[in-house]
């Protein structure tokens, strides 16, 4: 299952975070705590939305580097790297599809996080890949169901 | 992290785009932040119960514009359970489809409170709302109220039974047999016309709303497996995932429903095979897949017809288009037996329309080859400059090596996205070929334009796919090793081997100081050193006899060695520190389990010790894989050993003597006299080596471990104690030598004395405690010679209080042993024990224990502080 998503600005300040795994408020403080440590060398890497991975603790995270933000989708059991790769892709997408005007930088996130959680929710819920069609993900935050999907990206 | 962050440190507080920011007092002071972060709650003018009281004073009012935007504001928050009866008013009020997702959004996390919802008012709203939503004409509403109140609704009969009626009332149609609704041709497959997309997404949300609340529900098992055909892509993966859950509880009924859906298999062409558009949905196919093929059978733990199709069909999955899926089937298939995939193999595949996510196979091919086939296109594709040279002087400091590349082992197809890499790295290798001989005649330009190729190349890189191929290739090759590697007949553990004819050959190739061999620039073997060594390793393979045990597991040749050069070559390219790690974790398992091939593996790993950016947790992975190996192959112990010597002399500050100790531990418990003597020579070149005065510190922290180590087990490195003697007899190839055992022990006690008397008061108290419990496992004899030693031990240096006392106390400890020792062996040998001497022998036996016990972790049960004559009288009652 998908475990979290964080979302940091470049000094490694969180601007957001979903936790799907029941895990207490403790345990999230170490787990961003170990994974700090263990990436912080490599952010410098992941420029242009390169995806790179760490592993710790039996969980995989992979981040990436999207404008001012770095994004951490961590996963266990059948989310392997890759999955979580294909999963960071609707992601990033919708990111940039709500700071499409400003461009992604914290300050414009930060507005946009209502619109943005709508998006996630469409994209996981309670930890499973729900959809993954920007065009389904738009449409369904906005209870629009019935549009068509005009083209098919599958 | 935010907490974590130097340079962040809340900079950004002054920056509020609006409204009075909090003082940063309250901010922190509070523990909790109801906000998702401490720093997200310094960057917006609001604050948790500000917005709820302003919500719920909108929902009383109606003013949907208010809601709205409270509801916006609320996004910032993790919502509590207090704010149900709001949400649910704003749900019945409103039509604003904004208003209403967001309102859904949070009665969705409010679901996490679920167990709290048991007021009667608030269950029957849920209800009420639920129902009225059902009868909405907005498709979305009904979606989205199902597949929420799915996951909020309280387990109660009622709403349970009034969720499962509209669900089967959408899988099934009213009136009609409903396990032959779901099999009418198009219930789940057509959805061109608008009833049909609409069908399909209420049956999506069916699928959705089962994940969160009837997993394995048996009144839904026919539509949930029939709606793996569903037409939305979406709703097909989840409704492979439940009937995954189903198979957990029932497997055969499972396999005997969806083995019709087994894309490939010749029996289902044209009729029922599934084509799964949804990667994701793939990928669950093939973990439903791996379940029901590994699943013993009724008659027995062995691949049935039944499940043979499942495990074919996992077969077949290696040769999906998608990269990511055909992974996921490797994965799953690495789960299986050595044997079993060793005999296994993949169906030529030939183009199908109706299946176009499979790639053509021509031919009938081994899974293993196939793997090995997926694995070279993918690194062909993703590891970029694998088969180039190139340099990067000012690059990154992992990039600053010359490549050692090229080599002729790829095979297989290679799909035209690898065209485009390879060709990018053929210029960089013409522009590179004057440059690798002679860096300095590099131009600027050059430089500049090797320096923006290598960019280009680190951008081409897929992390997570190299990531994943050298764990996979770790685990498979592990599989492999363990199953290949010899075993003693009778206790089935992995033979010791013999490694006197290694050592010899070791001894031409490297000595401490090492790297002569080593080219200066790769930090890779010199291929001129390793073919004169390689001669000379030949002449003495003439001259040397290999052992039965050994040659059997060197012969064999390792199925994944064709993709070593990759993996060395990850090493040279990527600045990752977790691929490094997981390719030197493959690496680990695939070095042969024999000595003189291992060479090539033992200087790149002590290539990896030179880098003086690779962090700490590299090496304990590192030496914790080498650990693993050596319990599954103790044949390479020896490599080991030096590799330990080099962790501790190169990076002493990086090294984990805690995990050393293990690896020590392990070779101790192999039993073998030469093993010892090896693991006792390579501590005593540790505890000789020269230090740097630099790290003097360090090393005498490592030393007191050391020594720690030599106190618990010089008596069973020497065999000193019976008891631990006799269970070394069971295990394969022991030709303990008693006689050996008094030269190591003395050899051990001198050091422990030198180190007592002339070494800092650290060093002197940890080896006196050594001594102590070396006397403590030993025979009369040593106990006299410790004692004796203990006793005109001189203490004047600093910090002799400590050490005198410690000193005092093991003397005195000592003292009563012999006595006791004195006092009862005479008894012993006269005749039997009265009770009341058997009654005092107890006594005595169990105060000597409890005092002797301090100076051990755990002393072992079978300790006899009176002898090994005290035995029989201590077993009676």
Redesign the interface.
């Given at each position: 299952m998908i475990n979290s998503l964080?979302i940091?600005?470049n000094?490694?300040?969180?601007?957001?975070?979903?936790y799907y795994s029941?895990i207490n408020?403790e345990k999230q403080?170490e787990y961003?705590?170990l994974?700090?440590?263990?990436t912080k060398?490599?952010w410098v890497?992941s420029k242009?939305e390169?995806?790179?991975?760490?592993?710790f603790s039996g969980y995989i995270t992979?981040f990436t580097n999207v404008g001012d933000l770095m994004l951490f989708l961590c996963g266990s059991e059948?989310m392997?790297?890759?999955?979580?790769?294909?999963v960071f892709f609707p992601i990033i997408e919708s990111l940039k599809d709500i700071c499409k005007k400003k461009g992604v930088t914290?300050?414009n996130f930060?507005?946009q996080?209502?619109k943005f959680?709508?998006y996630l929710?469409e994209i996981i819920?309670?930890g499973?890949?729900?959809?993954?069609q920007l065009e389904?993900i738009q449409n369904?935050?906005?209870?629009?169901?019935?549009q068509?999907i005009k083209k098919d990206n599958? | 992290m935010s907490e974590l962050s130097e340079s962040g440190s809340y900079n950004s507080y002054n920056s509020l785009s609006a409204g009075s920011p909090l003082p940063l007092q309250e901010i922190f002071n509070g523990a909790e932040t109801k906000c998702q972060s401490h720093y997200l709650q310094s960057r917006i003018n609001t604050n948790y119960e500000q917005v709820k009281q302003q919500l719920k004073e909108s929902a009383e009012k109606k003013n949907s514009s208010k809601i709205y935007s409270s509801l916006q504001h609320l996004t910032y928050y993790k919502v509590e359970k207090d704010l149900l009866e709001t949400i649910l008013r704003i749900i019945d009020i409103t039509d604003d489809k904004k208003t209403l997702r967001l309102a859904y959004y949070f009665l969705g996390e409010i679901s996490q409170f679920k167990h709290l919802i048991n007021n009667s008012t608030e269950i029957k709203n849920i209800t009420t709302i639920f129902n009225k939503e059902m009868q909405h004409k907005d498709i979305s509403r009904k979606v989205v109220s199902l597949k929420t109140t799915a996951s909020v609704a309280p387990n109660d009969v009622l709403i349970d039974a009034n969720i499962l009626d509209v669900i089967s009332g959408i899988l099934r149609k009213v009136g009609e047999d409903p396990d032959k609704t779901q099999k009418k041709k198009g219930f789940f497959t057509r959805a061109t016309t608008d009833l049909g997309r609409e069908r399909s997404l209420l049956q999506y949300s069916c699928f959705v709303a089962c994940r969160n609340r009837y997993k394995n529900n048996p009144s839904l098992f026919m539509p949930i497996v029939e709606g793996i055909k569903c037409v939305d892509p979406v709703g097909a993966r989840h409704a492979v995932s439940l009937t995954l859950n189903y198979a957990l509880e029932n497997p055969s009924t499972v396999a005997a429903t969806t083995k019709r859906f087994i894309p490939l298999l010749k029996a289902n062409k044209g009729k029922e095979a599934v084509y799964l558009v949804d990667p994701f949905a793939r990928r669950n196919f093939i973990k439903l897949c791996g379940h029901l093929a590994a699943t013993p059978s009724p008659i027995g733990n062995v691949i049935t017809m039944e499940n043979k199709d499942f495990f074919q069909s996992l077969c077949q999955s290696v040769m999906d288009a998608h990269l990511s899926v055909a992974f996921y089937a490797i994965n799953v298939l690495s789960r299986f037996s050595w044997p079993t995939l060793e005999s296994a193999h993949i169906d030529a595949i030939q183009f199908d329309s109706e299946l176009p996510h499979f790639e053509s196979l021509a031919f009938q091919t081994s899974l293993i080859v196939g793997i090995c086939n997926k694995m070279r296109i993918g690194f062909n594709t993703y590891s970029i400059g694998a088969y180039s040279n190139y340099s990067m002087q000012h690059g990154h400091h992992h990039l600053h090596h010359y490549h050692q590349g090229g080599s002729g082992t790829v095979g297989g197809s290679v799909p035209s996205s690898s065209s485009s890499s390879s060709s990018s790295s053929n210029i960089t290798t013409s522009a590179l070929s004057s440059g690798s001989s002679s860096n300095s005649s590099l131009s600027s330009q050059q430089l500049l334009l090797v320096q923006q190729q290598q960019q280009q190349l680190l951008h081409q890189q897929s992390n997570p796919f190299l990531h994943l191929a050298c764990k996979l290739i770790s685990v498979l090759s592990q599989s492999y090793v363990k199953y290949s590697y010899p075993k003693d007949s009778t206790t089935q553990q992995p033979i010791i081997g013999d490694w006197s004819f290694d050592e010899k050959q070791y001894q031409h190739q490297s000595v401490y100081p090492y790297h002569h061999n080593l080219s200066p620039f790769t930090g890779l073997p010199n291929p001129i050193s390793n073919n004169n060594n390689s001669s000379n390793n030949t002449k003495d393979q003439s001259t040397t006899t290999t052992t039965s045990t050994t040659s059997s597991s060197s012969n064999s040749i390792h199925p994944f060695s064709s993709l070593t050069q990759l993996i060395l070559n990850l090493l040279n390219i990527s600045p990752s520190i977790s691929i490094r790690i997981q390719a030197l974790k493959a690496l680990v398992w695939l070095c042969p389990s024999n000595l003189d091939q291992s060479k090539l593996y033992l200087e790149t790993f002590r290539s990896q010790l030179r880098d003086p950016y690779h962090p700490t947790h590299l090496f304990k992975e590192l030496f914790l894989e080498l650990y693993k190996r050596i319990i599954a192959t103790p044949i390479l112990s020896p490599m080991i050993l030096e590799l330990v010597y080099d962790w501790i002399d190169i990076i002493p500050s990086k090294c984990d003597t805690s995990l050393v100790c293990e690896i020590w531990k392990t070779i101790v418990e192999f039993g073998k006299v030469f093993a010892n003597e090896k693991l006792l020579a390579s501590i005593f070149k540790i505890l000789d080596r020269i230090v740097h005065p630099d790290f003097r510190v360090l090393a005498m922290e490592i030393q007191k471990d050391i020594i720690k180590f030599l106190g618990e087990y010089s008596n069973q490195i020497t065999f000193e104690q019976p008891s631990r003697f006799e269970q070394c007899k069971s295990r394969s190839g022991s030709n303990q030598q008693q006689h050996l055992s008094n030269m190591s022990l003395n050899s051990i006690i001198q050091r422990l004395q030198q180190y007592s008397i002339f070494s800092p008061w650290q060093i002197r108290l940890e080896s006196i405690d050594s001594l102590a419990k070396i006397a403590f496992q030993s025979s009369t004899v040593v106990k006299v010679h410790i004692y004796n030693f203990l006793t005109l031990l001189p203490n004047e240096s600093h910090g002799w209080t400590t050490v005198k006392s410690n000193t005092s106390i093991i003397v005195n400890t000592l003292d009563q042993l012999l006595t006791c020792r004195a006092k009862w062996l005479p008894l012993f040998k006269s005749s039997d024990l009265s009770q009341n001497q058997i009654k005092d022998l107890k006594n005595d036996h169990t105060n000597l224990c409890l005092q002797i016990g301090l100076f051990f972790d755990q002393l072992s049960f079978d300790y006899l502080p009176l002898g090994i004559e005290s035995k029989k009288y201590l077993g009676s009652k």
């Open positions: 964080l940091t600005n000094n490694g300040n969180i601007v957001f975070s979903k029941n408020d403080s961003e705590k994974l700090y440590q263990f060398d490599e890497n242009n390169k995806h790179l991975v760490t592993e992979v059948e392997d790297e890759l999955a979580l790769s294909d914290e300050q930060i507005e996080i209502p959680i709508l929710d819920q309670r499973h890949l729900d959809q993954v389904s369904y935050s906005s209870l629009k169901h019935d068509p599958v | -």
